[in-house]
């Protein structure tokens, strides 16, 4: 599969090449940690900037790199996450595409404050072809020295191999990644033990998101408190706000952490069309449970959507216009869920399925408003009962179209 014609590379302006990036300060924070600091001392500086993952799960980076075990006799890996799969997220492929040194410079950083001499970049494979200008930028950073043996003339080498998947969604999932690594099918590995100790090859590894790494560089060169002070104190430094569906202007945007949600959809993304009405907001990605209208009021941050009943995640926003039949959300909610269930889990593998089989029949007119409560009773049967979040996304997700706009769907049913 290949990416439509109208997510092909933008003009090459270079300002994404190493001469631009250098211009701008590039690799220098990554010369400050290999020759003035000590590994320790780059975890505890990250550890300190509250650099949350920015892959879903927002658990703190520095603190799941101080997880690895101290250096032994055997090796140890960095993993990044570039299977970027989630519905409604689009902002790891701006950075491949606008910054990939940056994603380069944060894995040098990384790699040295784990002690690791080899890194995997796993790639989407519909992103092939924003991958080729990752690739050209691995070979620029090769041919400068700032990978490959002895970076930047110190004792650390680095070798990083950057790697296609197959397209599942099951290996965004830490563990589904290591096993597609290895050449294996995607499935979630039972935790513990976690990457951390038994990752891949059955060593210690470490495995960050694209976005948590391109943010380390500034950490390193500015310092914590500057990293903190740009978002908030238990969450610092901006975000990638990507914005699509009923919107003027649909991008990605870096926002303070916290910013308001319904600050980014109006003032930065432009509002509804003309003559069209917010009815429901995606606020990170499809696993999210969505938000009506008078409940965007909100700063997005992990701790303000926990508390709305939804999550950051991702951070992917899609705007639901008015006049969109909820029924139809849900078809497609259920629909991707059972499509990219991986199988291994029994309640995951049949309860979308059948989530699935009756929002059809609801569409086809053959169901009864009752069966809303059977597929609310199939999401409690798969929450909390598998092996990776997939269910629980699948489950919560569907779990919240169906109960804020109940009144809608049971009105289309019974139609």
Known sequence: ????????????????????????????????????????????????????????????????????????????????????????????????????????????????????PKAFIYVRGEYARTAGRLEAALAEARAAGFIGPRVLGTDFSLDVVVHYGAGAYICGEETALLESLEGRRGLPRVKPPFPAAVGLF???????????????PGIIRRGADWFVGRGLPKDGGTRLFGVSGAVRRPGVYELPVGTPL?????????????????????????????????????????????????????AGI?????????????????????HESCGKCAP????????????????????????????????????????CPLGDGAAQSVRAVVTKFREELEQAVAR
């Open 348 to 387: 995951c593998r049949i309860g979308t399925a059948w989530m699935l089989k009756i929002v059809e029949r609801l569409r086809r007119s053959g169901g009864r408003p009752a069966d809303l409560d059977l597929i609310l009773s199939l999401g409690e049967g798969i929450r909390g009962r598998t092996l």
């Open 1 to 116: 599969m290949t990416e439509p014609e109208a997510l092909l590379l933008p003009p090459d302006d270079g300002s994404w090449r190493l001469a631009d990036y250098l211009r701008r300060g590039g690799y220098e924070a990554a010369r400050k940690a290999l020759t003035s600091m000590a590994p320790a001392d780059v975890v505890s500086e990250v550890r300190r900037a509250n650099l949350r993952g920015r892959g879903g799960a927002g658990f703190p980076a520095g603190v799941k790199w101080g997880f690895v075990p101290p250096a032994g006799p055997g090796p140890r890996y960095l993993c990044v996450n570039t299977d970027e799969g989630e519905p409604g997220t689009f902002k790891d492929r701006l950075i491949l595409r606008r910054a990939p040194h940056a994603l380069i410079e944060g894995l040098v950083i990384t790699a040295f404050a784990v002690g690791v």
């Open 262 to 314: 319904r600050r980014i959809i109006e003032d930065h993304a432009g509002g509804p069309p003309e003559g069209r009405r917010i009815k429901a907001v995606v606020p990170g990605g499809l696993s999210a449970p969505v938000l009506r209208p008078e409940e965007i009021d909100l700063p997005m941050d992990y701790d303000s959507l926990a508390g709305a009943g939804s999550m950051l995640g991702s």
């Open 318 to 338: 899609v705007v639901i216009p008015d006049g969109a039949p909820m029924l139809d959300i849900l078809h497609l909610t259920a629909r991707f869920y059972a």
């Open 202 to 216: 059955r060593a210690p590894t470490v495995v960050n998101n694209v976005e948590t790494l391109a943010a380390v």
